[in-house]
């Protein structure tokens, strides 16, 4: 697989990533045997970034990561990015040293590890981008060998550029794919300036952009596509990244004659974010390991055209940008 610099980490990484949400929570069940083949089978088709964080199924996504690497991982080295701040009230006031060494020594021992390789402020308040403090606690960590490299994982647009301005951020997080544009415009351009790794996740747009969803597809009560479909839960931005289900699906179906003969409508749309300048790795979750090796499959395709970005543009200002270009 096609490798990039993630950013001011200065590990090399895979452009297709694992995001280890489903693993943890909020996705329906996922079983830990199932959990453990989708590592096996991400890592097995070049797969070598898995993003989780401490929140997911609380620690369930950690642990079962860190059985993974204490059994092998597969035997190839791997960068494991986690993320902190969501297991307390969001309030700026609880993001102090403390609340962070406290934090990171539970996922340091969820991952069965002495030094975490990226951590991530995980969307915190935005006042926590302009408080000082905090990155001077981040900077301090990674002098305490707590922590190898530190990034931000951000809900707007507004939120990554304070992140990247910041001189030891060494990633950022943003949900980036074909229903969410925005980032094209200021973001990566900027990261790429200062030499900020972008992860893109939410790339499928929840499931979306699989194609394989329609107006009679349900989800369980306990997955988020049904329990925070209008932002009951947190941003509504995570959820079909804000798209509004029906639109979505009006928007995939004119994409879906772009998918090039033998790809999936997923392949195609993981293909379109790790071709845009200034993208270091996107994370796609998988719920089994057959998802998993598919999407990896994706870092296969041939480059898109300019005929395809073209037309994935003017989906999205037809349909998307009216309903949620001024959110993000």
């Given at each position: ?177 074909a229903l969410r544009l925005k980032p094209l415009e200021r ?142």
């Amino acid at each position: 697989m096609q490798q990039r610099i993630l950013g001011r980490t200065g590990r090399n990484v895979g452009v297709i990533g694992l995001g280890a949400w489903q693993l943890g929570a909020d996705w329906g069940s996922v079983s830990e045997d199932d959990a453990l083949a989708v590592l096996d089978a991400a890592v097995a088709a070049g797969v070598n970034f898995i993003d989780t964080a401490d929140v997911y199924g609380d620690g369930r996504s950690e642990q079962l990561i860190g059985r993974f690497l204490r059994e092998g991982g597969a035997g190839v080295p791997l960068t494991v990015a986690t993320k902190m701040g969501r297991r307390v009230a969001q309030e700026p006031g609880n993001y102090v040293m403390d609340n962070f060494r406290a934090w990171n020594d539970r996922s340091r021992a969820n991952l069965g590890v002495d030094t975490l390789d990226l951590v991530q402020l995980h969307c915190p308040p935005t006042a926590v981008y302009s408080t000082d403090a905090v990155f001077d606690a981040l900077d301090t960590m990674v002098e305490e060998k707590r922590i190898a490299a530190y990034g931000v994982s951000v809900e707007t647009c507004d939120e990554a550029l304070a992140a990247i301005a910041r001189p030891n951020v060494a990633s950022v997080q943003i949900i980036f794919n074909a229903l969410r544009l925005k980032p094209l415009e200021r973001v990566l351009p900027a990261a790429a300036a200062a030499g900020v790794g972008i992860i893109a996740r939410v790339p499928l747009a929840s499931g979306l952009l699989s194609g394989r969803y329609d107006e009679h597809t349900t989800f369980g009560p306990d997955d988020h596509r049904t329990y925070n479909r209008h932002g009951e839960a947190f941003d509504v931005g995570e959820t079909f990244s804000g798209v509004d289900f029906a639109t979505g699906l009006a928007a995939v179906r004119r994409l879906a004659p772009l998918v090039p003969p033998g790809a999936t409508m997923a392949q195609f749309a993981l293909r379109w974010i790790i071709d845009q300048p200034g993208v270091s790795v996107v994370i796609p979750g998988a719920r089994n390991a057959e998802q998993a090796r598919a999407n990896a499959a994706a870092a296969d395709l041939p480059a898109l055209t300019p005929d395809q970005f073209a037309l994935v543009a003017e989906v999205y200002d037809d349909l998307i940008r009216p309903q949620i270009h001024h959110r993000w």
